[in-house]
């Protein structure tokens, strides 16, 4: 779950690590002129705040050199969407003068059992054009020695001054990520400004979002995505269904990532395209959540068939096609619906389908080979 | 024989008293899986089924001689339910939940570490091992015991290529759902180690998908020369880059997790790849050729 740039420095300041002292602005004049009026000294970085990456190449970071600049910014940034995404505010940073733009980014890796800092001493923009960070796996957060990541960083960093500061930095990040359950935490660019001093000039953050039942933030950035979604789309989240919006017309229910996967591969492998990434596990013991996912692609225009795919253990298959019995009858869309159930109790599923006139395939294949069929015809 | 578990595993059953705990009780012990007891604190001196349960882990496996724990407790209190049990001393602790966070898991890793102890999870199905003893929900009828391995980091997925080789007559040793999440109680490298020391399996079939390191474990032990052969499918070809597709671990990040970049990998270092779940049963049938030569 990544969080705006303006967030991410706010938990930066917090562990002590050193932001430029910038203003927000929202939507809206006030806060515009608000910021005008905090606003000192001039030029400054005016950054649109929006979650997709490549904001720079897109013309989302512009100097302002005075007050009416700024303006002109704001006006022209808050009308424009970078990768399908409205700036949800910008950000009025001090413009710094940097000598030497640095990498240094803290993040969860599986190989490295736990956590990982990864150093450049050529960092901004073109990161990943150039020779790659080096990496210090430390797995638990606890593991972290100074002395190890010194040894790490003394043929990249010559500059010893720079090379503490950054092992410094880095095991604050580390312990930040661990009590604030971030999975990355990347500053890229930290600056090493003429003073000496390193400052965080940009910041992601992505937060672990299970971290919630522990972290203010992360509910509430929880709650942020559930009010940005559209009413159909909210109720799917409540039931905790995973959806991703894919550009084909077969609208796919399914339980667990893999067989997800599994299945819209094979629909593209017979000629169709699936609509959607959707996951609708809903545990061993409720199907409440078939209904709203079933709303959400009968309201979705782009969706000319539902494939109902899951092969249950814990979700129990005959409680699967009783919730499908009653909400069928629910629906008002026509869009066909096409069935393969497989799992825990499969054998009472053909009955209970055929009491509203539906079927069961028995196998992926006829199921996803029917689904394309029927998505040609519409 | 199987990995990790069989018949003789004493098994406890951590929030035994809950809905999961209830059901898996009932239909494990159906399977003839040892459920010996179960732990739920404040709920001591009861019994679920006839399962005798206890407040704490270290009571039970004290009174029950029980080695092996399966966790079902709310994703916040699973990383104290799961030290407790390492620490207990139980030899195999697996947690099936989903919703853990990965910090937690980092340090349940590091627990079972320094234990000596084996976790399996989180956001897993579970083990089984065809014949002798199931811990998680799989559906029973698509496993028969046999000489293929099955590593899974996908739970429903492993189900449907699990039928697919039951119906074939493929057997299976064990099959290990190591779960969706970037770090692992037990990784495909280390689930690899176990199934290469096992005499009974003779090939390994490996279900991945898009989104991390996992796969080039399984092209590195498939590379060595005294290598079983391994079968493999990687799902997710038709995920757009930069999305997640449910599983925390899979994400196509940079180019060496794409579908495309797995499958090269693993086709080089001599892995039987399936074009799809269709052909699962095709690409271990001829890594069990391999195993015949």
New interface residues.
Partial sequence: MMILEYEAKDLLRSAGVAVPDGSVIRPGARTLQAAARRIDSYPVAVKAQVRS?GRGKQGGVTRANDAAQLRAAAKRLFATTFSDEQPAALLADPWLAIDRELYLSVT????A???VVLYSPRGGVDIESGAPPVRYPI???WRFRTHELRAILEPVEKDFQVRERVISLAQRLVET??AR?C?TIEINPLARLASGELVALDAKVVY?E??H??NRDIAEQRAGIRRRADRLLKACLDMQH?Y?R?DGDIGLIS????????A??????YGGR?AC?F?C?PG??STRGYRPAIAMLDADPQVKVILVS?????TQMQRVATAMKENMPMRRSGKPVVFRL???H?DQVPGILATFGARNHDC??DAVREAVKLARRA | MSILLDETNRILVQGITG??GT?FVTDARRYGTQVIAGVSPGRGGTSVDGVPVFNGVATACRETGADTAMVFVP??AVRGATIEAIEAGCRLVVATAD?????DA??I??AARAYNARFVGPNS?GLISPGKAKM????SF?YRRGDVGVI?????????AC?RLTLAGIGQTTVVGIG?D???GT?AAEALELFHADPETRAVLY?G??G???EAAVAAYAARVDAKPVAA?I??????P?????????LVGSHADSHEAKTRMLKRAGVQVA????DVVKSTQAALAAARN
């Avoid at chain 2, 919703?99 to 910090?103: H, S």
């Avoid at chain 2, 074009?275 to 269709?278: I, N, P, R």
């Fill in positions: 990456g969860v890796d599986g190989a059992e736990g956590y797995g638990v957060p990520a661990a359950d999975t672990d299970w971290g039942f522990r995973m991703v894919l339980g667990g990532a893999g067989m997800t996967m599994a819209m591969d094979m629909i593209r492998r699936p990434f996951d596990s061993p013991t899951i092969f249950g253990g814990g497989d799992g825990t499969v992926l294949e | 809905h999961m059901f994703p916040a919703e853990l966070p990965v910090r980092i340090e890793r590091a199905p998680g929900f799989m559906p698509c899974s980091r996908s739970g429903s997925l492993s189900y449907e039928k969706g970037p770090v692992k990784t279900l998908e898009i991390g390191s996992e499918l799902v997710g070809a038709t995920a757009p930069g999305k997640k597709m449910g599983h925390a671990a899979a074009a799809g779940v269709s």
